[in-house]
């Protein structure tokens, strides 16, 4: 298993758990799952597909995570516990992405071609969240944890619910660390909207009823 310099960085800028290096590289299974990744990645180029495909089933039964050898991803990866990972074959991610355990990168589709998403640089997918079919999750997103995104999220937002919804635009910075304890809720907010519409309806009514 090969580990590239730039992986192994993400892993120890990414996680706070890891002491050092030795231990990223031994004990570390987002690191495995993405290092046995990119030895598939490259005989699935090569053509060599059974062997990219016995690679990825390897992994999968190591670390949980099962990654398809044909999808795209870019530099600075990094998986924080592996389990539950699923990136489908057409999938493209950028440079300096961290997924969290459960997140599903899948397709809506059976018909051949781009049916998995493409991830932008700098995004960050919270703990079990979907992101699902062939959209565009654009540079600097945050994705909240048990989000469902079905739709092209531009650059620089937080997504959060289900289906996922735009919560917040711009201003977003690219090494801000996504709090699953402190995302807004868009159900609340709804219903605190509605609750305050209520109370000026009210108000009118008995205005008009003197």
């Known amino acids: 298993m090969k580990i590239l310099p730039n992986d192994l960085a993400a892993c120890m800028e990414c996680d706070p758990a890891i002491d050092n290096e030795k231990e990223a590289i031994e004990f570390h299974m987002g690191l495995h799952a993405v290092s046995m990744y990119r030895e598939a990645h490259e005989l699935w180029l090569q053509g060599r597909k059974e062997e990219a495909l016995r690679i990825n089933y390897e992994a999968h039964s190591k670390t949980g995570a099962d990654i398809h050898p044909g999808a795209t991803i870019g530099d600075y990866f990094f998986i924080d516990h592996a389990t539950g990972v699923v990136i489908g074959e057409t999938t493209v991610i950028g440079d300096h992405v961290i997924l969290y355990q459960g997140v599903t990168l899948g397709g809506v589709s059976t ?100």
């Open 111 to 210: 018909s051949k071609g781009k049916r998995h998403p493409t991830l932008g640089n700098h995004v960050v997918v919270g703990a079990n969240a979907s992101i699902l079919g062939n959209i565009t999750i654009g540079n600097n997103v945050r994705v909240g944890a048990g989000s469902v995104v079905l739709n092209e999220v531009p650059d620089d937002c937080t997504v959060v619910g289900v289906p996922g919804r735009i919560v917040k635009m711009k201003g977003v910075s690219t090494k801000t660390e996504l709090e699953h304890s402190n995302l807004p809720d868009p159900m609340i907010e709804y219903l605190r909207d509605m609750k305050r519409e209520i109370a000026e309806l009210k108000k009118k009514v008995e205005e008009l009823s003197r």
